[in-house]
């Protein structure tokens, strides 16, 4: 049983997840330049394996585009996320990433920026315990919805883009997304916040208290 954003599976009905999305690629309604690639896997308290799947069209990441897969051993049980369907768009690069990473520059200016400060990229590595962590921007180039009202859905509306999160001194980034054929800025989003402590229901340990911090 499924409805656009989750999959149950019929207990008598054994799928892999490592293979699910090739094996369903034409029940899920992919066309021949979706895929769908394995990002990251973990296994929970309570023995059941969550794989994180991220969409990619035509070589290209889609923004929001992802699906998680829960599995007990080898057997899928549930998946659950966002898949972008129908896109049928060709990539358009027109900038150097060196201009798209001027244009995000000129919309989020700073007398000075994170990866300019030793002292912060200190920081930032000891807290990712990774000696190779910066906070300078690496491009990306992701599909992005360009529709104003947020409809992920809306097809005609997506745009191949330069994807950077940039960081004042302050640390109070942003992901900005440039245009790659336009150079104009599509989106952006803050990369910092702060939720209060709260309870809710989980699907798999019941009601859990937790608060929330987006770390750069």
């Given at each position: ?13 054994l799928l892999d997840p490592l293979t699910f999305f090739i094996s369903q690629k034409k029940a899920l309604n992919q066309g021949p330049n979706d ?15 969550h794989y994180r799947y991220l969409q990619y069209f035509k070589g290209y990441k889609i923004n929001f585009g992802e ?150």
């Amino acid at each position: 049983t499924s409805n656009a954003d989750w999959i149950n599976i019929k207990p008598e009905i054994l799928l892999d997840p490592l293979t699910f999305f090739i094996s369903q690629k034409k029940a899920l309604n992919q066309g021949p330049n979706d895929e769908m690639r394995l990002d990251k896997t973990e296994t929970d308290k309570i023995g059941m394996t969550h794989y994180r799947y991220l969409q990619y069209f035509k070589g290209y990441k889609i923004n929001f585009g992802e699906f998680m897969l829960h599995s007990i051993g080898s057997k899928l049980i549930t998946a659950n996320g966002k898949m972008i369907k129908g896109l049928n768009k060709s990539p358009v690069i027109k900038l150097t990433k060196e201009v798209a990473l001027q244009n995000a520059l000129r919309f989020l200016p700073a007398v000075q920026y994170a990866w300019e400060i030793p002292q912060l990229e200190s920081m930032y590595k000891e807290i990712l315990h990774d000696v190779n962590a910066s906070y300078k921007p690496v491009p990306e180039l992701v599909w992005v919805s360009t529709d104003e009202r947020g409809d992920l859905k809306n097809i005609a509306n997506y745009e191949l883009a330069y994807m950077f999160d940039i960081y004042p001194a302050s640390l109070d980034g942003k992901r900005i997304f440039i245009s790659a054929s336009k150079g104009r800025v599509i989106q952006s989003f803050p990369l910092r916040s702060n939720c209060d402590a709260t309870s809710t229901a989980t699907n798999f340990y019941g009601s859990q208290v937790f608060s929330t911090r987006l770390i750069p």
